[in-house]
């Protein structure tokens, strides 16, 4: 039925036919568009646990949504009829990969009217509008007065003062409202409505429009629940961000230049250390470095590599710092030690692997013990040369219950380096599988050699490694025996 005017309202004019035209095809060519994301964006069922995934999906539902109501809304106003009277063309993306177009009228489907005759109670209600409603002919077209009780009923009151407004104040209705069906499906349905009057200017019947907009509503429900998710996400890393990285500072020793150990001793050594961080990802890894005085005058050197990121890995990496803290305290040398560390990974409630070299250096007889789980050899620089220590046997710890571990022994020199380093340092090479850290180091000798302490072979070290993008963390602990 057309639509009904205020009886003081002139028509306005038609808009050109070969200007909504061109609207048309340009929304035609942005639905193509994006169907053509869609398809690009297509995504495994595994993948859809990542919020920004699910968030970007329902931005693109949302969008194909929108576009379909404009392109009904703009075949409307193109043949200057209503929607239920309306048999569009048949949407034809022009791209010819794009799914299949919808059902012939589909989504007029979505849009009836009514009429309420005050005058004769009459009701007419477009065929689009009572299966919107999921009601038959059979069943009829309820009144104003039975209209009410299609709504859930905290919906109710709002319409009955909606409509009473209209035909008692001539104010138009523009609402949404959610209907219950017979079969008890939802609908949420927005309805914008307007008095007829007589020629006396009484209100004579109310005419109205009735879109339904629940899949509208909810994408655009999805596309607020997902960004919330990503939001609540996003927060969540930024705070574990926060506590890994005050975690990481509370743990790894709290010198940032040089160290002199054992103090005040013979054959003291000059230590430096620093911790880089990936480049390529803003978690925390599980790398650490470390340097004690023992009791019985010795200096416990370790370094390491825990698996996993965040404060569960930094976590683990304070949990195992203590213990190999304590176990070289009450004397333990490095074999055992790492045996020990071992069964504690293996044992422990959330099971990680980690790689690690601890080191007892005796400043006596300058003699270095040292043992290694699955981790890159000390490089030893000696007269402006360097070298890969033999390692003794030892596998990752964690990786094989009740595991041994080999000890090796190395007689230092007055001047000699020693470069202890986390796995990491430079890109790995896919075609040898290779890591070229340990050999980029030892192309650094002429600059250790050259160096007046620890702090400024770390300095190298670090202008050399430190602009790359490295996939993880990685550290350096560097130690220079005295006179």
């Keep these: 039925m ?12 038609p808009p050109e036919r070969g200007a909504v035209d061109a609207l048309i095809s340009q929304t035609r060519r942005l639905r193509g568009g994006v169907d053509a ?60 990969a794009a799914p299949p177009e919808p059902e012939r009228g589909s989504l007029l489907k979505r849009v009836g009217s009514a009429e309420w005759n005050l005058l004769t109670d009459d009701v ?52 949404e409202f959610r209907i219950v069906r017979p079969d008890g499906g939802r609908r949420t349905v927005h309805m914008t409505g307007e008095p007829v009057l007589a020629a006396d200017g009484s209100t004579a019947s109310m005419w109205a429009v009735l879109r339904d907009v629940s899949e509208l509503r909810r994408s655009e429900r999805a596309v607020r629940e997902s960004r919330d998710c990503l939001q609540r996400q996003r927060h969540i890393a930024r ?11 509370a743990v790894l020793p709290p010198w940032r230049g040089s160290l002199r150990l054992p103090q005040g001793g013979p054959a003291s050594l ?11 990802s803003a978690l925390v890894g599980g790398d650490w470095f470390d340097a004690l005085q023992l009791p019985d005058g010795q200096t416990l050197l370790s370094v390491g590599d825990l698996t996993g990121h965040g404060v569960s890995a ?24 790492m045996g020990w ?25 300058r003699t270095l013990s040292w043992s290694q789980a699955g981790h890159p050899a000390p490089l030893l620089f000696r007269d402006g040369v360097g070298r890969a220590l033999r390692p003794p046997e030892g596998v990752l710890l964690g990786a094989v219950s009740g595991a041994r571990y080999g000890q090796a022994e190395e007689k230092l020199l007055p001047g000699d380096l020693l470069v202890l380093h986390t796995d990491g340092l430079s890109p790995r090479m896919p075609e040898l599988d290779v890591e070229r850290g340990p050999e980029r180091l030892l192309e650094l000798a002429p600059r250790f050699a050259a160096a007046r302490g620890a702090q400024e072979c770390v ?25």
């Excluded at 574990?240 to 990481?248: G, K, M, P």
């Design 124 to 175: 007419t209600w477009s065929e689009e509008l009572f299966q919107i409603f999921g009601r038959s002919r059979a069943d009829g077209a309820p009144t104003l007065d039975e209209l009410p009780s299609c709504l859930l009923p905290e919906d109710q009151e709002l319409l009955t003062a909606r409509v009473t407004d209209c035909l008692v104040d001539g104010k138009p209705i523009d609402d």
């Design 239 to 249: 705070t574990e961000h926060r506590l890994a990285v005050e975690l990481q500072e």
């Design 341 to 365: 560390l071992n069964q504690m990974l293996d044992a422990s409630a959330q099971p990680a692997l980690g790689s690690a070299i601890c080191c007892r250096y005796e400043p006596g007889s």
């Design 459 to 483: 300095r190298a070290v670090v202008e050399e490694f430190g602009g790359e993008e490295r996939e993880d963390d990685a550290c350096v602990l560097i130690a220079r025996v005295g006179p």
């Design 314 to 337: 930094t976590s683990g990496v304070a949990m195992l710092l203590g213990a190999v803290r304590g176990m070289a305290v009450s004397g333990a040398a490095p074999g055992a030690l």
């Design 2 to 13: 057309p639509s009904p005017l205020f009886a003081d309202r002139s028509s306005a004019q």
């Design 37 to 96: 994301v869609r398809r690009e964006a297509a995504v495994d069922e595994e993948q859809l646990d990542d919020p920004q995934i699910r968030w970007q999906r329902a931005l693109c539902e949302l969008a194909v949504h929108h576009l379909d109501d404009l392109g009904a809304h703009l075949g409307q106003l193109r043949e200057g009829v209503p929607a239920e009277l309306l048999e569009p063309e048949p949407y034809r993306p022009p791209l010819p």
């Design 270 to 280: 000059d230590l430096a250390g620093h911790y880089l961080p990936s480049s390529t």
